[in-house]
C-alpha cells in the first residue's frame, strides 16, 4: 500500500499522466476484433485480419492526435508505464508536455497483427511501421519486440536485430505471468542464437541455445540450429 501511495503521489505531482481509459471505441468491441483478426490469420486470411483491425486502428490514432497513449497488460504494466510517462514529461519544456494516458491492450494488438498479417502477405516494407508502433506504443510487451527485432532480421540487419532480441530478453524480467516471461524469453534467445550464428559467433550462439532449452526443453529449433552449429565446425575441420 505504502508503495502505491508513492506511486499516485508521483502521478499526482506531474498532473500530466491519467488513469482513464476514454478510449474513442468500447474495450470490448476492440478486443472482439482481436479475436477475429487471431482467428483470420491463424486460418491462412491475412487480408481479413487486417480489415478487422483497421476500426482498432483508427480508433486508437484518434486517441493519439491530443494525448500520448500505451497500452498495458495489467497493473503492474499500467503503473510502470504511468511512472514512465510522468518521468518522461518532466523532462520536457511546460508548453511541450502532453497528457497521457494507458489504454487496453487491444488497441496496441492492432497495431501487431496489421503488421504480422503484412509480413504474412509478403508486403515486408508496409509490416516494419505497425511492429514498431506497437513496441512504440507498448514498450513493456516483450512480443511485439521479439517481432520487430525478426523483422529486421529477415532485412539482414543482423546486430540491429540481435540489440531488439537482447532487448526483448530483459522485458521479460517485468512479466508476471510465467508462462508467457518464459515463451517470450526463449524466443530472445533463439533469435539472438540465430543471428549471433549469421554473424560467425557460434559460441556465444551455442551458450544462448542451451540457455533457451533450460527454459523450454526439446525445442525442435533450438535443437536444429546446435546441430547447425556442430555442422559448420566440422567444415571449418575439413
Excluded at 73 to 101: C, F, H, W, Y
Excluded at 113 to 122: H, N, R
Excluded at 165 to 173: H, I, N, P
Aim: aromatic share 6%; hydrophobic share 40%.
Amino acid at each position: 500500500m505504502r508503495l502505491l501511495a508513492v506511486v499516485l503521489g508521483v502521478l499526482a505531482s506531474s498532473g500530466t499522466v491519467d488513469f482513464a481509459q476514454a478510449e474513442t471505441m468500447p474495450v470490448e468491441t476492440a478486443r472482439s476484433a482481436i479475436d477475429q483478426a487471431g482467428t483470420a490469420i491463424r486460418g491462412g486470411k491475412p487480408t481479413d485480419a487486417i480489415v478487422a483491425v483497421e476500426p482498432v486502428i483508427a480508433a486508437l490514432e484518434e486517441q493519439q492526435k491530443a494525448q500520448t497513449v500505451q497500452c498495458a497488460d495489467g497493473g503492474s504494466q499500467t503503473i510502470m508505464l504511468l511512472l514512465m510517462q510522468a518521468a518522461a514529461s518532466e523532462k520536457l519544456p511546460k508548453a511541450e508536455q502532453r497528457n497521457a494516458v494507458v489504454i487496453d491492450s487491444a488497441f496496441c494488438t492492432a497495431l501487431f497483427l496489421k503488421g504480422f498479417a503484412l509480413i504474412d502477405l509478403q508486403r515486408w516494407d508496409d509490416a516494419e511501421p505497425f511492429l514498431r508502433r506497437a513496441h512504440d506504443a507498448a514498450p513493456l510487451n516483450a512480443q511485439y519486440l521479439n517481432e520487430y527485432a525478426e523483422w529486421h532480421n529477415s532485412m539482414k540487419q543482423r546486430q540491429k536485430s540481435h540489440d531488439l532480441f537482447e532487448q526483448a530478453f530483459d522485458l521479460g524480467e517485468f512479466d508476471t505471468n510465467k508462462e508467457t516471461k518464459t515463451f517470450n524469453q526463449a524466443r530472445s534467445l533463439r533469435g539472438m542464437a540465430y543471428t549471433e550464428i549469421e554473424m560467425g559467433q557460434l559460441d556465444k550462439a551455442e551458450k544462448n541455445l542451451r540457455k533457451s532449452l533450460k527454459l523450454i526443453p526439446n525445442h525442435p529449433g533450438a535443437k536444429s540450429e546446435l546441430e547447425y552449429i556442430a555442422e559448420l565446425r566440422k567444415k571449418a575441420k575439413e
